[in-house]
């Protein structure tokens, strides 16, 4: 049972360049959210999705999208990578109620 | 909105020595609260929750209580260990669905457990 996983693990993309980070999992889960991590700053949440077909904004949506074509699938997408997307991004899920489990973390670094 | 506060760290200890690591929050709701703890280069892993209040979360030898009085969910080890080390966050999730059972977390604290 893999949980969450994220691709790639590493990147390193240069200012205006775009790439998709990819999200997924197999337990069924309704619940997907995108965060990032940056040092003291905690997790913040970029976007979530309630369900297959669904988006939402989170607290630091500008300069992502999102997109859940299929339930065990969340990919987070950035068109044109600014420095201050760099940070290490951390895909979750969760049945309502229970727990979230997190992805190992995708870290960003834009040149 | 809802928020969380923890205390700042570096912590570091001795081994077997105690751990406290302060959270508080704020929410317009009743939460559940959790934490989670992230070992260098990994991702977040749940260590333990609670979700109604007196509720006691206990896990590994850490402990928190929820106290709805004082919107607090300390957590507590009594004798921490080398592989203690990590970095440490408090956070709360509506129970409703009202708010898509979105984590809220705090800045997190890292402990390193020193021999």
């Known amino acids: 049972n893999a949980g969450v996983t994220q691709t790639p693990k590493f990147r390193v993309l240069k200012t205006g360049q775009s790439m998709t980070l990819l999200c997924a999992q197999d337990?069924?889960?309704?619940?997907m959210y995108w965060y990032r991590q940056d040092p003291g700053m905690g997790l913040r949440l970029i976007h979530y999705?309630?369900?297959?077909?669904?988006?939402a904004k989170g607290e630091v949506p500008d300069g992502y999208n999102v997109s859940r074509l299929k339930k065990q699938n969340f990919l987070l997408g950035l068109e044109s990578a600014a420095p201050s997307q760099t940070s290490v991004y951390f895909c979750?899920?969760?049945?309502?109620?229970?727990?979230?489990?997190f992805g190992q973390g995708t870290r960003l670094t834009v040149v | 909105g809802d928020s969380v506060t923890q205390m700042e760290g570096p912590v570091t200890l001795s081994e077997e020595a105690f751990l406290t690591i302060n959270c508080t929050y704020t929410?317009?709701?009743?939460?559940?609260l959790f934490w989670y703890v992230q070992y260098p280069g990994e991702g977040l892993q749940l260590l333990l929750k609670?979700?109604?209040?007196?509720d006691k979360g206990s896990n590994k030898g850490f402990e928190a209580t929820y106290r709805k009085e004082t919107t607090s969910f300390h957590l507590e080890k009594g004798s921490v260990q080398v592989s203690d080390s990590a970095v440490y966050f408090c956070?709360?999730?509506?129970?409703?669905?009202?708010?898509?059972?979105?984590?809220?977390f705090g800045k997190g604290t890292k402990l390193s457990v020193i021999p």
């Open positions: 979750a899920s969760r049945a309502a109620g229970f727990e979230a489990f």
């Open positions: 337990m069924n889960h309704e619940y």
């Open positions: 999705s309630v369900g297959e077909g669904t988006t």
């Open positions: 929410a317009t709701g009743y939460p559940s």
């Open positions: 609670a979700t109604k209040a007196d």
């Open positions: 956070a709360l999730s509506d129970r409703s669905g009202a708010g898509s059972y979105q984590l809220t």
